[in-house]
Nanobody, 123 residues
Framework: QVQLVESGGGLVQAGGSLRLSCAAS????????IGWFRQAPGQEREFVAV????????YYADSVKGRFTVSRDNAKNTVYLQMNSLQAEDTAVYHC????????????????WGQGTHVTVSS
């Protein structure tokens, strides 16, 4: 089994920053991919960012490109999502998810999910 725990959410004013963390434990078998997704109230889950095991490959949704940065510390089994220039439209529950294999923006391909952390951006 794999466990993912997100942290770092909260309330921030527009233009502010937050850093989310996703700590992985259990039978990750290394070389795993971590994706970040978010879901706003009444909306479908959407892809935010993804990072490869080596961190050499990352990919972002157009809506966050240039504002969000995903990184990872494999020694700590932790992936980070640095979110800058936050906007009201970024308000959502943010989830990290794990898969093996290649990068993907398709949430259906991820095997394990964290419980989510709330991000609220006030305008």
């Amino acid at each position: 089994q794999v466990q993912l725990v997100e942290s770092g959410g909260g309330l921030v004013q527009a233009g502010g920053s937050l850093r989310l963390s996703c700590a992985a434990s259990g039978r990750t078998f290394s070389t795993y991919i971590i994706g970040w997704f978010r879901q706003a109230p009444g909306q479908e889950r959407e892809f935010v960012a993804v990072i490869s095991w080596s961190a050499g490959n990352t990919y972002y949704a157009d809506s966050v490109k240039g504002r969000f940065t995903v990184s990872r510390d494999n020694a700590k089994n932790t992936v980070y999502l640095q979110m800058n220039s936050l906007q009201a439209e970024d308000t959502a529950v943010y989830h990290c998810a794990l898969k093996w294999g290649g990068l993907s923006t398709n949430s259906n391909l991820y095997n394990y999910w964290g419980q989510g952390t709330h991000v609220t951006v006030s305008s």
